[in-house]
């Protein structure tokens, strides 16, 4: 018997298929799109745009990581000179995170099309930042209405940022697993989804263009990211983000190097979870197992390889740590310089 709880699951709806970016125009229907597409997916953007026909609207090629400020001013001011009523997004967490910096104000629907593991495309999160802070916020309005996930497009995704992406959607397992809205329905998808993630991980290390494993992988953002959404972001995520804020990190690096030190001192405070993570990713040490892999998987595992100074860390704990009991000092020091 579950204990009670209460789980709130959020509507959206999901497609998933090697090409699958064929469904757009049906899914898009009765909108003037506005699409934005990350630089690596201009082609796909290219096809898409044609197959719109009519319900084009206008384009946005040009994305960047943690949503600036000025470059979500003018996109919505784009939205409104092109009279976009819906809007596709296809690419990683910036492209989508730039559509809902313009869903957040205009209320225009997404469809997001993932080409990375970040999991955003599944979640009412978005943020944005200025002058060196990245705010983050919560608005249904930006929770994406449908997500095609088409493996065709991560095909080509570098193995560094497949495996830092693939970090990223753990965090968002792990992290939901201690939050305080952790329930027994985010904990079961957390734990499925860490355990397509590190299959779909070791396929592509294998043979990166291999679509079953691209499927595995989208597949298991797709659940990482939707327990994010019903479980909230804890310690970690907040880490990571004032950290890309100030420091202009690369999120997903910034995730690895962070998670097994987070792990280390949160997870024993969710034994259940933290076994059945461990079975799924085959070791017996959660913190330790999760170094290992992404170590295995060639992503940095301390923020001094990310161009983190020694000073900028302590600088940041001290900015963190007045918000927490948790010693974070501890827990940047040893990010910092990559413990095991
Ligand atoms: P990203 O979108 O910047 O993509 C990472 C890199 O991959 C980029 O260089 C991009 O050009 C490249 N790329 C993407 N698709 C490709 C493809 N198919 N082939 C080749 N290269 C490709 O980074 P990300 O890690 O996906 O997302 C990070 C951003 O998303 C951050 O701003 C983060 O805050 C945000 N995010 C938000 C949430 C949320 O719930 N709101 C969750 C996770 C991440």
Known sequence: MPEAFIHVGLPSRVILGAGALDQIPLEASGLKVLLIATKSARDSADVVQLALG??????????????PKEKADAARAKAIEVGATGIVAIGGGSAIGLA???????????????????????????????DGNKKTGTDLNVLPKTVIYDPVLSRGLPLKVTAASVANALAHCVEATWTDKADPITEVTAVE??????????????????????????????????????????????LCHLLGGAYNLPHAETHA??????????APEVPRAKARLEAVLETTDLATGLFDLFSTAGVPTSLRELGLTESQAKEAAERFQASTSIDVREILNRAWAGER
């Open 54 to 67: 009519d319900d084009f609207a206008g384009r946005i090629d040009e994305v960047r990581q943690h949503v």
């Open 257 to 266: 190097a962070v998670l097994p030190q987070v792990t280390r001192v949160k």
């Open 193 to 238: 989804a860490a355990r397509a993630l590190r299959e779909g991980l070791l396929q592509v290390l294998e043979n990166p263009t291999d679509l079953d494993a691209r499927s595995n992988l989208l597949y298991g953002a797709s659940l990482a990211g939707s327990a994010l959404a019903s479980a909230g972001t804890g310690l970690h995520h907040k």
């Open 100 to 130: 809902k910096a313009i869903a957040l104000t205009a209320g225009l629907p997404i469809i997001a099309v993932p080409t990375t593991y970040s999991g955003s495309e599944m979640t009412p999160v978005w943020g944005q930042t200025e």
